[in-house]
């Protein structure tokens, strides 16, 4: 294999940890605050909207993501909603993830001792209040390490999106192996997802020091 | 002048009556000490006046102001609105007794963060309150500490600092010493003290005996979600006629 080549086949699967990396952030910048909302929404009292989210988590971390995908991208248009590979892997992880980060947000924001609650009332401050001074604050530093579990997984479930034909890492390395039996590239494209988990890492091990200021 | 006044106060968890009746009338300036065995409804009691817990049935109010209104039918607590009981609520301080701090906010911070968020002073109006109270507390040095770097009793003086921050009419001590270290006690108890000695109305909830008799005007004792009697320190403490009280100072001189 010349040199040229290698580049060319090089590029192009890193091309693909470009659309990987899209879904990741388009993921990341939605589900989170939508996570946030829900785990307020499940703590609410409002019985109608507890067994909606209830019945939302379940759904989207009760099956498989990949068919989640599949019914995006192929199911929908029966119903005459089309998607691009990229617009429904995002709609799809969005979704998916957003159960997830609903159910940490919610155990971080349940963790918080009651007597947080009551002082705060009994300074005279009402509900929003001190759920976004006190409450929030402080399960946000005690979601940090799920939070950082989930943001590496999620870039390798970015993988499952080479089955809805998105040209990302796995999908372009697939195609570049079938076409030049070299394994080798196998190998590039594990490389490329280790070192953007060592990013991610990186990223969460900075935010842990952030919120280390307090125990 | 009357600030707050209970009649027939009761509340139940489940089966348990932890209140069956409570009536107090606390004047202004005046210092009430409520003791008793654990379990006896004390906290609960305090609890309620400042809608930490919702009474079943009975009357509270605030400079004559109900906040819960007895149905003359049916006895049970009619309560004002939840915004109205917060606006009436920042009026009374309290302090607990696991001191909950905000553990995310430096020294300075908890002080000015509900003066500021609640009675939507400056934040330089807030500091200079805050600031003056950390001197009265004696921690003026700690003002930018976090609460994990305090000691308990450092913590408490702190949490008694904070809700002086609201400039309450009236202060809740809900057993503000049961979880302090004995070495760690007496520099709390002698905060309150000075509180005492500007007549700040106080209602304290205290296993502190001596404590209680020594800065009370009026002592209560609580048993089985009653009051078994009431009366000056001497009355109270000094000579029970009650023999639940004698059975009681007993077990815990």
Redesign the interface.
């Known amino acids: 294999m010349s040199t040229e080549i290698m580049y060319q086949v090089g590029g192009f699967i890193l091309s693909g940890a470009v659309v990987a990396i899209k879904v990741y952030v388009a993921t990341i910048v939605f589900s989170i605050p939508l996570g946030m909302l829900f785990a307020m929404g499940k703590l609410s009292r409002c019985k109608p909207l507890l067994w909606l989210l209830e019945g939302y988590t379940w759904l989207f971390r009760g099956t498989p993501l990949l068919l989640q995908l599949f019914f995006v991208y192929y199911g929908l248009p029966y119903y005459g909603i089309v998607f691009t590979p990229l617009i429904a892997a995002c709609v799809t992880f969005v979704i998916n993830y957003a159960a997830y980060f609903t159910e940490i947000f919610r155990a971080g924001i349940q963790s918080i001792?009651s007597?947080?609650y009551?002082?705060?009332?009994?300074?005279?401050?009402?509900y929003s209040?001190t759920m976004r001074?006190?409450i929030l604050?402080?399960s946000l530093?005690r979601v940090i390490p799920p939070l950082g579990n989930e943001a590496v997984t999620l870039i390798k479930d970015t993988a499952l999106c080479s089955a809805i034909t998105l040209p990302e890492i796995l999908k372009n390395t697939n195609s570049m192996v079938t076409t030049y039996f070299e394994i080798k590239w196998y190998f590039f494209a594990a490389v490329i997802y280790l070192v953007i988990t060592l990013v991610i890492i990186q990223v969460f091990k900075y935010l842990e020091k952030k919120f280390g200021?307090?125990? | 002048m009357e600030v707050i006044s209970v009649q027939n106060l009761h509340k139940k968890f489940r089966d348990l009556e932890v209140l069956q009746g409570i009536n107090l009338s606390v004047q202004k300036g005046e210092i009430v000490s409520i003791i008793g065995p654990s379990g006896s409804g004390k906290s609960t009691f305090l609890r309620c006046l400042?809608?930490?817990e919702t009474a079943d049935k009975g009357s509270i109010s605030f400079h004559g102001n109900y906040i819960a209104k007895e149905d003359s039918k049916t006895n049970k607590a009619i309560y004002i609105s939840?915004?109205e009981i917060?606006?009436v609520?920042?009026k009374?301080?309290?302090v607990?007794q696991?001191f909950?701090?905000?553990?995310?906010k430096s020294v300075i911070e908890n002080l000015v963060?509900?003066p500021m968020?609640?009675?939507k002073k400056t934040r330089a109006e807030a500091e200079k309150i805050a600031d003056d109270l950390l001197k009265k507390v004696g921690l003026s040095q700690k003002r930018e500490s976090?609460?994990?770097e305090l000691s308990g009793g450092q913590k408490q003086r702190v949490a008694i600092a904070?809700?002086l921050a609201?400039e309450p009419e009236i202060m809740l001590f809900d057993e503000p010493t049961s979880a302090l270290d004995p070495e760690l006690i007496g520099e709390v108890l002698q905060v309150i003290k000075q509180l005492a000695e500007e007549r700040m109305t106080m209602i304290i909830v205290t296993h502190e005996m001596n404590f209680a008799r020594e800065i009370s005007d009026r002592v209560i004792f609580m048993d089985h979600g009653e009051i078994v009697a009431e009366g000056t320190p001497e009355q109270v403490l000094v000579n029970p006629e009650h023999p639940r009280i004698k059975t009681f100072l007993n077990l815990v001189k």
């Open positions: 001792d007597g947080q009551e002082a705060a009332k009994a300074l005279g401050m009402n209040q001074r006190i604050p402080q530093k200021y307090y125990r | 400042n809608h930490l939840n915004k917060l606006s609520c920042n009374l301080g309290m607990f696991n909950n701090l905000f553990p995310h963060e509900a968020i609640v009675n976090y609460p994990f904070r809700a609201m």
